[in-house]
């Protein structure tokens, strides 16, 4: 007979109405009644939020058709009648039950089991709902697995600490970083574990951490047994457990590359020397330190002579290993306290401290020229090389690093005008030739814009016919501010500066121009001939600018010359041979300038498709009173005559040495006996003379 049949039998089973009040006002609790045999006679509102299940709908059920799962009926129902029959106290327990939907709900259920009025058998449950308590659980399980799990995968060691350094408890994935067993340190405090130095540093960073909020950190190093490591520390302090939290990593690979970009950053990669920026810095700390003591400095401006052919000839990898070579050796010379650095190229520098009577820059130099005196060898080759080096002394010859470097390199370039291979001091006289070098490059811009070149002209002649054949292009220029500057000093600057690229064109242009009115004014197929430096070859309009000019100037090329001296053809580059093939493929006569001056003369004469040998002019002026001197230019004639090419000498200036240069059978001379460089105009009216 169902509960709700009769209003007595369900009243039979009410008690205490005051106390299902109480129930009805609790939503948070669940509270069911069940009559002997199972079934619900209360049902609170807790119940019906937690199972689903309206009051109307649970009442009369049984138990076992509301909210207990099909695997729990069995145990459930003898359960059940164990506590009514046999009244089994079974205490609260942690189940799980079901909803209205089958879904799985977690309770603390607790029974109470009386006797009502009517003395019928009555339980009370009482459920408690655990999902928030599970899913807190589940939470706190989940991260407990997530911290072991970022535990392993993270390198990093965790000590957890109180706060005078004892350990209390650590992690560390990888044991091979822990600097003792954790046998050894656990319980016990860091400071007595590590080594005095690291030890200290813990111990002030975390009185430090103490005393301050936030996060420490520092960095030390401890010499493990599969090397010397370096760590990170980083601490925080738990105030309200009086604990320390530090987390250590391994910066091993940091540290190196840190390294590795600190040593890119100051020294140079070939030679391993100090750079630029390092030595350069040193010197400004070693001035700071010598003005403070009183002391004299020098500083030494080394440049290898030549250096720039042997690289250009046989190539950067040889250049590259002389550089290294070069390096060992100035570091052999000097002490231990002074720098060798490499400036950059083939420049270097030698910062010499604390000079005195022993160490002073005079010995230093002498023993740096004698070191590189042994040729190296390198590749099975054995290379001389030879330095030249400028000295600046402080206080002397500047109290700045950039006079100091500016100095002793004025110096090192009066070293190479002394011939190389020397060392120089610093004068105030070089300094005056520092700032005029300066002052024309300062002018030199500008300078054909402002038509301050002019080209003048040196008639070459044909004595045995006397008459004039050609002539060779020299440039002036002649400058409002600093008066006429002479191609020795203007022509080396302009090679420096790059702007011997326009000039050179101008005079190329200048002179085809004027050749054409010349053989228009006579009526003679006169040559013309024009200097080419290095620094045009590099120019990748050099042939076609030849080339346009030539037929603007409406001339034939074979009227056309171009000089071309040995340290063009000694740089060996592929542009330089392509050139000088087009060249004569255009039909320009090439003439190799300064014959005789150089070390590969012959070498070049037979590699090129020379037309015209110049006879450089400080062998003609050693004749006729020089036997020897007589002798090699009747060598060199003999030579370019069996090789089928006209020889022209330079620097004729006496009649002595017209008339032994037409006896030996040179073709063409050309010098102040016959005419110094002229204008156009003049050298028109002077071949007048001549027809």
Partial sequence: MELNEGSN???????????????????????????????????????????????EEALGKKIEQLIIPKSMTDIVIATFDDRIKRSIIIPSAEIVLCDKNGK?????????????????????????????????????KFKERMLDAAFEAIPDLFFLMKEDGTIIDYHASNKKNLYVPPTEFIGKPMLDILPEK???????NIEKLISTEGIVSFEYELLMPHGLIFFEARISHLPEH??????????????????????????????????????????????????????????????????????????????????????KRLNQVVQKEDTVGRLGGDEFIILMRSLNDEHNALSIAEGL??????????????????LSIGIAMYPENGKSVSDLLRNADTAMYQAKTLGRNTYSFFTKEMNISTLRRLEVEEQMHGALERNEFEVYYQPQFDVKNNSIIGGEALLRWQNPTLGNITPDEFIPIAEHTGLIVPIGRFVVKQALEFLNKWQSKHHKNYTMAVNLSPRQF?????????????????????????????????????????????????????????????YSSLSYLRRYDFDVLKIDKTFIQGIPKNKEDCELINAIIAMAQSLGLKTVAEGVETIEQVDLLSTLGCDYLQGYYFSKPVTAKKLIDYTALFI
């Avoid at 009555?122 to 408690?128: E, G, K, P, S, T």
């Avoid at 690291?198 to 002030?204: E, G, I």
């Avoid at 990748?540 to 056309?560: C, G, R």
């Avoid at 392509?578 to 255009?586: G, I, M, Q, V």
Wanted: proline content about 1%; aromatic content about 8%.
């Fill in 9 to 55: 039998l369900t009243h039979q089973y009410i008690i205490n109405d005051s106390l299902h009040q109480l129930f009805d006002a609790v939503g948070a609790v669940s509270v069911q009644g069940y009559d002997d045999k199972r079934r619900v006679i209360y049902w609170n509102k807790g119940s019906e939020l937690l199972y689903g299940f309206t009051k």
């Fill in 198 to 204: 690291v030890a200290n540093l813990f111990k002030d």
């Fill in 242 to 327: 009086g604990q320390v939290v530090t987390i250590v990593r391994d910066i091993t690979e940091q540290h190196k590359a840190a390294e590795v970009i600190h040593h890119q950053a100051y020294f140079d990669t070939l030679t391993l020397l100090p750079n630029r920026f390092l030595a350069l810095d040193r010197l400004s700390q070693l001035l700071i330190e010598a003005e403070r003591n009183n002391e004299k400095t020098a500083v030494l401006f080394l440049d290898l002579d030549d250096f720039k052919k042997i690289n250009e000839i046989l190539g950067h990898l040889i250049g590259d290993k002389l550089l290294i070579e070069s390096a």
């Fill in 538 to 598: 590099r120019d990748p309009e050099l042939i076609n600018y030849i080339e346009h000019s030539i037929e603007q100037a409406n001339v034939l090329a074979t009227d056309f010359e171009l000089e071309i001296t040995e340290g063009v053809l000694m740089l060996g580059q592929t542009y330089i041979d392509d050139a000088l093939t087009a060249l004569s493929e255009l039909g320009i006569k090439l003439s190799m300038d300064d014959f005789g001056t150089g």
């Fill in 369 to 386: 020229l004698k070191a590189f005196r042994e040729p190296f060898k390198i590749d099975n080759r054995e290379l001389m090389v030879t």
């Fill in 104 to 140: 799985d709900v977690s309770v603390l259920s607790s029974h109470v089991v009386f006797n009502n009025q009517f003395n019928n058998k009555q339980i009370y449950c009482i459920d408690i709902d655990l999902s928030d308590v599970r899913q807190a659980q589940a939470q706190a």
